[in-house]
């Protein structure tokens, strides 16, 4: 009964955050990964191979708590929408000297779990297509390649979820 009880509050929740979210208009098309020094978990990607898919671009570093408390919700909805079309793209942009080392990169995601793909972006590269300024940033990007979301730091954590769940079920 209580799991019951917790799913269906969840799901009222989740509701609620869907009809008070924004709409989904798009801000510009995606910039491009660029200057990317290393790629963890995956094979090099484009905006231009995601094409056709719901990505989610989640600015962070290892050492930073508010991108640290945010990971276990990007990780969630990686679980959750993978198999039907959600791409998370980690972008790894230090802010601190250590934060450099593909090591220690590779480390935090093992001890983070992080399964989904990780690009390091050392020279700030794809930060400063984006006109970012802030760890953790989300970025949710349409199947036609457009920024439609924007959420810097923690929380809306619901809303996210719902704005992903839009985005899946919009035609391709």
């Not at 990686?78 to 450099?100: A, F, N, S």
């Not at 400063?128 to 457009?146: D, E, F, H, M, V």
Request: proline letters at 5%.
């Amino acid at each position: 009964m209580k799991t019951m009880l917790k799913a269906l509050l969840s799901a009222t929740v989740l509701c609620a955050a869907v009809a008070h979210a924004a709409p989904l208009e798009s801000q510009g098309q995606a910039p491009e990964f660029s200057g990317i020094d290393k790629w963890l978990n995956s094979e090099p990607l484009s905006m231009q191979k995601l094409r056709g898919k719901v990505v989610l671009v989640d600015f962070w570093t290892f050492d930073c708590i508010n991108c640290i408390n945010t990971l276990p919700h990007v990780k969630s909805w990686h679980d959750k929408y993978k198999d039907q079309g959600l791409v998370i793209v980690g972008v790894h942009t230090p802010e601190y000297v250590h934060e450099r080392s593909t090591a220690n990169v590779i480390s935090a995601l093992k001890r983070f779990d992080i399964r989904y793909p990780v690009a390091q972006d050392n020279r700030y590269a794809t930060w400063s297509a984006y006109n970012n300024r802030y760890w953790p940033a989300t970025y949710l990007i349409n199947k036609k390649g457009q920024i439609v979301y924007k959420h810097f730091g923690e929380g809306k954590y619901q809303e996210t979820e719902a704005a992903i769940r839009a985005l899946l079920a919009e035609p391709a």
